[in-house]
T-cell receptor, first 118, second 110 residues
Framework: DGGITQSPKYLFRKEGQNVTLSCEQN?????MYWYRQDPGQGLRLIYY???????QKGDIAEGYSVSREKKESFPLTVTSAQKNPTAFYLC?????????????????FGDGTRLSIL | SQQGEEDPQALSIQEGENATMNCSYK?????LQWYRQNSGRGLVHLIL?????REKHSGRLRVTLDTSKKSSSLLITASRAADTASYFC??????????FGGGTRLMVKP
């Protein structure tokens, strides 16, 4: 079955520590995304990547970093610079098309990683 | 920045009743998407309605779009306890990224 796998499901971060959240997809999608969701809130875009070896900042990129070395993988690092990291992190992927055709592509989501501070 | 805003924020109904959720957005769109999120899980795409469509159906779901009012509604008919979830609308922003509203939390009581 094709899908998106996020790991771990739960993660705890110590003061001053960087932690990396994994996201892998076997849907052959070009585009991948990272979102942050706070309790009772919608999703906010952290970073996105439309092609391997390229990524762009979203609305709340400060304190986060990403890499896209492989089409299937888009790991997110929550750095010590992110002072309020406690949240639910969601990874998504989609087919990427230029222009109006790209508008109609739904995003497929993993089941998230819940990050807390120790 | 949030493009879509859902209303109400929370909705509680009895099984068998219909549930209606509304979404308002700010700028012109090519389409609007609705997603569902079960507690502690990722989002699942439900339905997409294009700007030249006024109504679309999928099973027990009915979505309407009024571009003159910049609003959309999601109707779930004959609700079931399994429909308990949060529902989000999503539109594309100026940077062509999906922007999600804050969601409507639906509880269907058996």
């Amino acid at each position: 079955d094709g899908g998106i796998t996020q790991s771990p499901k739960y993660l705890f971060r110590k003061e001053g520590q960087n932690v990396t959240l994994s996201c892998e997809q076997n849907l052959n999608h070009d585009a991948m995304y990272w979102y942050r969701q706070d309790p009772g809130q919608g999703l906010r875009l952290i970073y996105y990547s439309q092609i391997v070896n390229d990524f762009q900042k979203g609305d709340i990129a400060e304190g986060y970093s990403v890499s896209r070395e492989k089409k299937e993988s888009f790991p997110l690092t929550v750095t010590s610079a992110q002072k309020n990291p406690t949240a639910f992190y969601l990874c998504a992927s989609s087919i990427f098309r230029w222009g109006a055709r790209g508008d109609n592509q739904p995003q497929h989501f993993g089941d998230g990683t819940r990050l807390s501070i120790l | 920045s949030q493009q879509g805003e859902e209303d109400p924020q929370a909705l509680s109904i009895q099984e068998g009743e219909n549930a209606t959720m509304n979404c308002s957005y700010k700028t012109s769109i090519n389409n609007l998407q609705w997603y569902r999120q079960n507690s502690g899980r990722g989002l699942v795409h439900l339905i997409l309605i294009r700007s030249n469509e006024r109504e679309k159906h999928s099973g027990r779901l009915r979505v309407t779009l009024d571009t003159s009012k910049k609003s959309s509604s999601l109707l779930i008919t004959a609700s079931r306890a399994a429909d308990t979830a949060s529902y989000f609308c999503a539109t594309r922003n100026a940077g062509n990224m999906l922007t999600f509203g804050g969601g409507t939390r639906l509880m269907v009581k058996p």
